[in-house]
C-alpha cells in the first residue's frame, strides 16, 4: 500500500469518528434557536465534504489498494458512509428545518420513528451495492424504504414529514455513493 493510500484511510478514518461528536447531538440545546447554529452546521458540512474529497484525491492519485488490503478500504468506507453520513444527513436536515422557519414561529416537525437506524443501513446497503458492482440494489433500498414509510408519510401535509424524508434521504443517499465512490478510487 502506497503512502497517499495510508494517509487517505488515515484521514478518512479520523473524519468518521471525529463526526460523532455532530451526529449524536444535533438538536438544538435549550434556549438556543436553531439559526444560530447554521454557522457551525454548514462549517461541518464542508469540512466533511473537502475531507473526504481529499481522501479521493489521495486515493487517485496513489498506486491502487490491492489484496487482502482491499477489504480494510470496504471496511472504513463503511464506516465512512455510516458515521459521516449520518452527520451529514442530520446537518442537512436541521439547515432545512432552518431555513423554512422564516417568520419566527416554530413548527411542529414530525419525527419519523427509528430514522437514524434506518438510515444507518440504508448507507451502509448503498455502499455494499455499490461495491458489490450491484447498482439495482439501490432500487431495492429505495423500494423497501419508501414502502414501510409510506403510511406515516401520508398522515397529513401539514407535518413537514414527506420533506423530511425526502431530504434526508437524498442526502443520506448521495452521500453513501460518494463514500462508495471513495472507495473505489482507492481500490479501482
Known amino acids: 500500500?502506497?503512502?497517499?493510500a495510508i494517509a487517505a484511510l488515515i484521514l478518512w478514518?479520523?473524519?468518521?469518528?471525529?463526526?460523532?461528536?455532530v451526529w449524536l447531538p444535533t438538536r438544538p440545546s435549550a434556549g438556543k434557536p436553531l439559526l444560530a447554529r447554521t454557522a457551525t452546521l454548514v462549517a461541518v458540512l464542508v469540512t466533511l465534504v473537502v475531507g473526504t474529497g481529499l481522501v479521493a484525491v489521495l486515493g487517485a492519485v496513489g498506486e491502487p489498494v490491492s489484496g487482502p488490503l482491499t477489504w480494510v478500504?470496504?471496511?472504513?468506507?463503511?464506516a465512512a458512509a455510516l458515521l459521516t453520513g449520518g452527520a451529514v444527513t442530520s446537518c442537512v436536515l436541521d439547515l432545512a428545518d432552518g431555513s423554512s422557519r422564516r417568520t419566527g414561529v416554530r413548527v411542529r416537525r414530525t419525527v419519523l420513528r427509528g430514522g437514524a437506524w434506518i438510515g444507518a443501513l440504508e448507507r451502509l446497503g448503498i455502499v455494499a451495492t455499490l461495491l458489490a458492482g450491484?447498482?439495482?440494489g439501490l432500487a431495492v433500498i429505495l423500494a423497501v424504504k419508501g414502502l414501510a414509510r409510506y403510511p406515516e408519510l401520508k398522515t397529513g401535509?401539514?407535518?413537514?414529514a414527506a420533506e423530511r424524508f425526502i431530504i434526508g434521504t437524498f442526502a443520506s443517499i448521495g452521500w453513501a455513493a460518494g463514500c462508495a465512490g471513495v472507495a473505489w478510487a482507492l481500490i479501482r
Open 1 to 4: 500500500m502506497t503512502t497517499s
Open 13 to 21: 478514518s479520523v473524519l468518521s469518528v471525529a463526526s460523532l461528536w
Open 73 to 78: 478500504v470496504i471496511s472504513v468506507a463503511a
Open 134 to 136: 450491484w447498482p439495482d
Open 157 to 160: 401535509p401539514s407535518s413537514g
